[in-house]
Structures are given as C-alpha cells and as structure tokens.
C-alpha cells in the first residue's frame, strides 16, 4: 500500500520503495547460471471466490470475462449479452430479478476488495438479464425426450429452477403450485418496487416455454396425494418453501393485531392489503422486517373513509383502490425492532439505509417481552434493551419499556407448512431433513430444495433446485448417486471451451507412448482444481491492478414525506458501457485474462502464447520446458493466480 496515497483511492503495493523479493545474487543464480528445475509452470484453474459465495453457483468470472470482450461468442453475430445470458442460465434462471434482490455474497468475498472496491456484480447481472427480456432471448429445450417424468412440488425459486433443468434434461416436468400465480417468494414475499413484476413473469415464462407444465391452485396434501404423486411420477422434487412465518415467543401474542410477516406479505402481494395500522411494530431485523415496514410506510393508514375505500370494492384491484384512497390516507408510524447492534442486523445495508430515509424508525439492541393488549386486541409491546450472547438476547436489568402500537407483526423465521397430508415429510422441525446429495431420508425417489430445508437466501434456493436437479437425473439414468463437490458450482470446464470452438483434443489412441509434450490427444501442463479449491487474493500480483472506481446504479430516493403510494421501482439499471467498464474491473482470479505479463517478464522466453488459431479461454499461452529455468517470475507477474510452480514439488 502507497503510503502517500489517497486512503479513498487504494491500491496495492506488495513492497514498499527500494525493497524486493530478490536479492541481486539470488536473482544472478537463479536466472543466469540455472540450467534445470524441477519446478516449472503449470496453468492451474481454481474457483473464483465469487463464484464460490455465490450459492446458486453462477459462473460470475466467466460472464463477466464476456462483459469485457476478453471471451468472444463462438458464433458469429451473436451479440455479447446473448452469450452472457447464455453463461447466466447455466446456473440461474433468473438473472433480471436476482440482480435486484440478491444480497450479494459474492460481492462481499471478491478479491478485488484487497485492491479498492469490489465489482459490481449484481448491476451486471441486472442488466443483462433486463437485455434479455428486452431482446426476447428464450432458454435452450430438451435436445431429446427422457421418457421420464418428474413432479415438482412448488412453484418458487428452488422449484422453477429445479424444473428448467429438469426439462433441459429432456424429463417431463409438472410442478404443483398452491398458489393461483408461480412465484413464491419471490412473488409472493418481495414487494414489486423490489421485484418489478413484469421482469419476474417474463422469466417464469421463458421456463414454461420450454415445455414445462404447471397445475395451479392445486396443494399436493390435499388435492393431489402423495400415493398418487408416487404412483404416476418417476421422481419427485419438494420445493415448498417456509410458508409459515413463526410467532413471537413471548407472553399475549395470540390477540387481534399480531400477525406474522410472511402472512403481511402475502396477502399485501396477493392484493388484498389497501391499509394498514397507524402504529406498527415490526419485530426482526433481516431483510423481510424491512420489507414490511418499507411497505406498511407506503400503505399508510386510512384515516377517513372515502367511497371506494368501503367493503366490497375489493374488486378493484390494488391499483385502482390505492389511487381512489390516497387522498384519505395518512402516514403510518412504523418501528423496526432488532436483538441486534444496527451493524450486526442482516438485513442488507442499502435497504436499512432507504427504511431509515423513508421514516421508519429502527431500534436495535432491543428484546419483546410480552405483548399488552386490551379487550383482545393489542395495544403495546413491552421490551428492554439487550446484548447478544452469541444468538441470544441477554436482557439489561432496569431497561424496560413499552412502545404503543395497533399492530405487531413477527418476522424473527420461517417454516415449513407440512400439515394435511405432508406429515411424513416432517423431519420433527417444521423441515424436510436430507442427505448430503439432496435426497429425502427414508424416501426413495424423494428430494427436496429450498427453504424447506432451510430458510436462506432466494439464490440459495435456485442452487438447491440446480444440484438436485442434477441429483435427479443421475437417479433416473440409474447411476449412483455419489458425492458432491466441495466447491458445488456451474464450472468452467476447458474440455466444453475447446468442443464450442472447434479446438477439442484428438482421440486417445489408448497406447503406451514415451514423451507426450508434442501429442495431441491431451491438454498440456493444465489442471482443473476448481471442485476443491478456492483461489485466496494473497496468490495474485494484485500490483497489476490500478484504482479504478466502481460504477454505482443509480437509485429513486423517497423521503418520508413522499413514501405514501409510491410504489415505483428504485434501482436504475447500468448501462452497456457501464456494465463492460465493470466487466474489466474483474481480476479473473483463478483463470488467464491474457494479460501477456508472463510471456513479456520470462527472462529466457519459456513462455510464449499458443498460435492464434488455437486459442480459447485458458489456453492463451504454453511453455517450453527445455527453455524453462524455473524462476518463478511468470508466477509472481501473474495477476490471476492461474500460473503456479509445479511437476515434483
């Protein structure tokens, strides 16, 4: 680090002024007088860490290595966000929605934070997943029928994810949705300024598309059984989601005015939510308590009653009824309580920051402890300040106090809602318990995915639904099912880069040879190590890297004094220009960006680019080992890390 340097502009210095890893006469012997080693360059790949976080396993590197231009479509004309679109999909359906709601683990473990600021992957994810809705680019179909035939059951992001593969596979697929719209969560528990709807639909219809069959208002339990489920399907998929929100564990709770934040949110995105209460508590801390204060601002309360807003214009519709009512409508005060520190809360920055602008006040440090009511409706919450003893609340003597209120929802968890018919599905939590390749204990041709599991992120549940669905169709196909990879993500596999450019090796003629460097059945000094290990950012030249400011969307601010009714969405999506700038600020750790560092520093000219004509992603440039003294300086000018010293060490 440049000592004199903006601490706002970092950079990354590995030695300061003067000082080096050699020493003159190391460096005489090691490159002038060695004639052999026993180490020399290998290209090793190995899994970025963002797309290690990342748990539907996008192959973030890869995508954003087209966004720069570096990886160029294979078929000619094809525009770079088609191909990008393509790379997306290969592990998440649905990049236009989760570029908006997705927290971003990935952003959090990119290596480029050791440098100045990390990229913006979720803005590229948006926008090219907006491109593709834009451009109506269609998901790939079954290059030929299975015969077999798969039900899912529940039509959320694990499910809707599990049922493209499924498909893509060439299995017939039925998924069984409860609901009268597919979804789940992310229609159902995400307010639209959040998840515009539009963009959602079209996603969910480019998986319908390619022959996916969907029954709804149809709960399996009690409509469908699961006999019958076992009888005419040959493997079936539960995705059934937390459906039911958990109540507060503490004395009063069961009184008119408490309510879960599961149930606020579903019946405010099903339409039937035009009002609110003029004080209400919120009790949490994740990003769904935001969410239902953020939308209890935007309701507001109905303080005088105007013509439509009477019983029995239900039948207007949300739209019609807010816009007849906002008039008659004041502002809600909304309190947000959480056990823990405000910095500690996990619910994301970004949406604390824009519930803090919109008015709703955040109390944190703060435990319920009973809730007060008054001819069985709720009048108060009685609580206290606390720290956290790990995960839990330790109260402070002396602190207690009470917030007044009209309503109290809980968003403190979820379950799953296993009764009528799915008992024996219940692991004795609320939860379907499974084993390490996603099958169901005790059930053949069972799997499961998704919040029933446990409760997490959406992008947890879409790479719930892609494992398994691998999983599926390993079981169908008869094979044994056997165990994951430690690094279980979409991989870029070198073999299916040469296949898509016309460069895969030749036949093995399976006959013993002696010295293969020249043969042309194999893919020389590589190693594939991207199932097992996860590139750190102390094994890159990150001195390469110059600061380069990260391209922010840009985002609708709403004061408190404007929040009522407004229901707009608050991200603005990159521009092309915006999102190849970020595409460049990738490190590509773990994978060659052509950087030519090696070829230009190798003191004896060991390394050299592979010819023109052969070259694809990974295989950019090779060594002469006859030349190769084993240095190591390629390794150290190395800014991805994809160069290590190797062959006996």
């Given at each position: 680090?440049?000592?004199?340097?903006?601490?706002k502009?970092?950079?990354?210095?590995?030695?300061?002024n003067?000082?080096?890893m050699?020493?003159?006469?190391?460096?005489q012997?090691k490159?002038?007088?060695?004639?052999?080693?026993?180490k020399?360059p290998?290209?090793i790949?190995?899994?970025?860490?963002?797309q290690?976080g990342?748990p539907?396993?996008?192959?973030?590197?890869?995508?954003l290595?087209i966004?720069?231009g570096?990886?160029?479509?294979?078929?000619a004309g094809?525009?770079w966000?088609?191909?990008?679109f393509n790379r997306?999909?290969?592990?998440?359906?649905?990049?236009?929605v989760?570029?908006?709601?997705?927290?971003a683990?990935?952003?959090?473990?990119?290596?480029?934070?050791?440098?100045d600021e990390f990229?913006g992957?979720n803005?590229?994810?948006?926008?090219?997943?907006?491109?593709?809705?834009?451009?109506?680019?269609?998901?790939?179909?079954?290059?030929?029928?299975?015969?077999?035939s798969v039900?899912?059951?529940?039509?959320?992001?694990?499910?809707?994810?599990?049922?493209?593969?499924?498909?893509?596979s060439?299995?017939?697929?039925?998924?069984?949705?409860?609901?009268?719209?597919?979804?789940?969560?992310?229609?159902?528990?995400i307010?639209?300024y959040?998840?515009p709807?539009?963009?959602?639909?079209?996603?969910i219809?480019?998986?319908?598309?390619?022959?996916?069959?969907?029954?709804l208002?149809?709960?399996?339990?009690?409509d469908?059984t699961?006999?019958?489920l076992?009888?005419?399907?040959?493997a079936?998929?539960?995705?059934?989601?937390?459906?039911?929100g958990?109540p507060l564990?503490?004395?009063g709770w069961?009184v008119?005015?408490?309510?879960t934040?599961?149930?606020?949110?579903?019946?405010?995105?099903?339409?039937?939510?035009?009002s609110?209460?003029?004080?209400?508590?919120?009790v949490?801390?994740?990003?769904?308590?935001?969410?239902?204060?953020?939308?209890a601002?935007?309701?507001?309360?109905?303080?005088?009653?105007?013509?439509?807003?009477?019983?029995?214009?239900?039948?207007?519709g949300?739209a019609a009824?807010?816009?007849?009512?906002?008039?008659?409508?004041?502002?809600?005060?909304?309190?947000?309580?959480?056990?823990?520190?405000?910095?500690?809360?996990?619910?994301?920055e970004?949406?604390?920051e824009?519930?803090?602008?919109?008015g709703?006040?955040?109390?944190?440090?703060?435990?319920?402890?009973?809730?007060?009511s008054?001819?069985?409706?709720?009048t108060?919450?009685?609580?206290?300040?606390?720290?956290?003893k790990?995960?839990?609340?330790m109260?402070t003597?002396?602190t207690?106090f009470?917030?007044e209120?009209d309503?109290?929802?809980?968003?403190?968890?979820?379950?799953?809602?296993?009764?009528?018919g799915?008992?024996s599905?219940?692991?004795?939590?609320g939860?379907i318990?499974v084993d390490?390749?996603?099958?169901?204990?005790?059930?053949?041709?069972?799997?499961?995915?998704?919040?029933?599991?446990?409760?997490h992120?959406l992008?947890?549940?879409?790479?719930?639904g892609?494992?398994?669905?691998?999983?599926i169709?390993?079981?169908?196909a008869?094979?044994?099912?056997?165990?994951?990879?430690k690094?279980?993500?979409?991989?870029?596999?070198?073999?299916?880069?040469?296949?898509?450019?016309?460069?895969e090796?030749?036949?093995?003629?399976?006959?013993?040879?002696?010295?293969?460097s020249?043969?042309?059945?194999?893919v020389?000094?590589?190693?594939?190590?991207?199932?097992?290990?996860?590139?750190?950012?102390d094994?890159?030249f990150?001195?390469?890297f110059?600061?380069?400011?990260r391209?922010?969307?840009q985002e609708?601010?709403?004061?408190?004094a404007?929040?009522?009714?407004?229901?707009?969405?608050?991200?603005?999506?990159?521009?092309?220009?915006?999102a190849?700038?970020?595409?460049?600020?990738?490190?590509s750790?773990g994978?060659?960006?052509e950087?030519?560092?090696?070829?230009?520093?190798?003191?004896?000219?060991?390394?050299?680019?592979v010819?023109?004509?052969?070259?694809?992603l990974?295989?950019?440039?090779?060594?002469?080992?006859?030349?190769c003294?084993?240095?190591?300086?390629c390794k150290?000018v190395?800014?991805t890390?994809?160069?290590?010293?190797?062959?006996?060490?």
């Open positions: 680090m440049n000592e004199n340097a903006n601490p502009k970092l950079t990354f210095r590995r030695y300061k003067g000082d080096s050699w020493k003159w006469d190391d460096l012997e490159i002038f007088q060695a004639d052999k080693s026993h020399c290998t290209y790949h190995r899994a970025p860490p963002c290690a990342c539907s396993g996008h192959d973030i590197r890869g995508w290595a966004a720069r570096m990886d160029k479509p294979p078929v094809q525009a966000q088609e191909y990008a997306m999909v290969e592990a998440n359906p649905f990049p236009s989760m570029g908006r709601v997705c927290p683990p990935c952003e959090d473990g990119c290596n480029r934070n050791e440098v990229v992957i803005a590229v994810e948006q926008y090219v997943g907006d491109w593709a809705i834009d451009n109506g680019l269609k998901l790939t179909g079954p290059a030929q029928e299975s015969g077999k039900a899912v059951v529940g039509g959320g992001p694990a499910g809707l994810a599990a049922a493209m593969f499924l498909r893509r060439g299995h017939a697929v039925t998924i069984f949705e409860a609901h009268d719209r597919l979804g789940g969560m992310m229609r159902f528990g307010p639209g959040r998840t709807r539009d963009r959602l639909d079209a996603e219809n480019r998986i319908l598309d390619t022959g996916v069959e969907a029954k208002n149809c709960r399996v339990g009690t469908v699961i006999d019958e076992e009888a005419k399907y040959d079936i998929f539960w995705a059934l989601g937390a459906q039911k958990r564990p503490v004395p069961d008119e005015g408490c309510i934040g599961v149930e606020f949110l579903d019946a405010f995105n099903q339409g039937w939510v035009f609110t209460a003029p004080r209400v508590i919120v949490g801390g994740g990003d769904t308590s935001i969410d239902v204060a953020s939308v601002r935007r309701l507001g309360h109905i303080s005088a009653e105007a013509h439509k807003d009477r019983s029995g214009s239900e039948n207007l949300f009824h807010d816009v007849a009512g906002t008039m008659a409508r004041g502002g809600v005060q909304a309190t947000l309580t959480s056990l823990f520190p405000m910095s500690q809360m996990t619910a994301a970004r949406e604390r824009d519930a803090l602008r919109e709703v006040d955040i109390r944190d440090g703060v435990m319920p402890l009973e809730v007060l008054e001819n069985g409706k709720v108060g919450l009685r609580m206290c300040q606390c720290t956290m790990g995960m839990v609340p109260p003597e002396g207690e009470v917030l209120c309503m109290i929802v809980s968003a403190i968890g979820q379950m799953g809602d296993l009764a009528e799915l008992e599905l219940d692991n004795g939590r939860f318990g390490g390749v996603y099958k169901v204990k005790g059930k053949d041709k069972h799997f499961a995915g998704g919040d029933v599991l446990r409760p992120l992008t947890t549940a879409i790479g719930h892609r494992i398994a669905s691998q999983v169709d390993e079981f169908l008869g094979e044994s099912l056997e165990k994951r990879p690094v279980d993500v979409n991989q870029f596999r070198l073999l299916e880069e040469l296949a898509q450019r016309g460069l090796p030749d036949p093995y003629d399976h006959l013993q040879a002696r010295g293969t020249s043969a042309k059945y194999a020389h000094n590589y190693d594939d190590r991207a199932g097992s290990h996860v590139i750190p950012h094994d890159l990150k001195g390469h110059q600061y380069d400011a391209e922010h969307r609708i601010h709403i004061d408190a404007n929040v009522i009714g407004n229901f707009d969405e608050r991200i603005t999506g990159l521009t092309e220009e915006q190849r700038h970020e595409g460049k600020r990738c490190m750790c994978m060659c960006f950087c030519d560092n090696c070829v230009v520093f190798c003191p004896q000219t060991a390394v050299e680019r010819p023109k004509k052969e070259r694809a990974g295989r950019y440039v090779t060594t002469d080992y006859a030349k003294i084993g240095c190591h300086i150290d190395c800014p890390g994809y160069i290590q010293m190797g062959l006996g060490e």
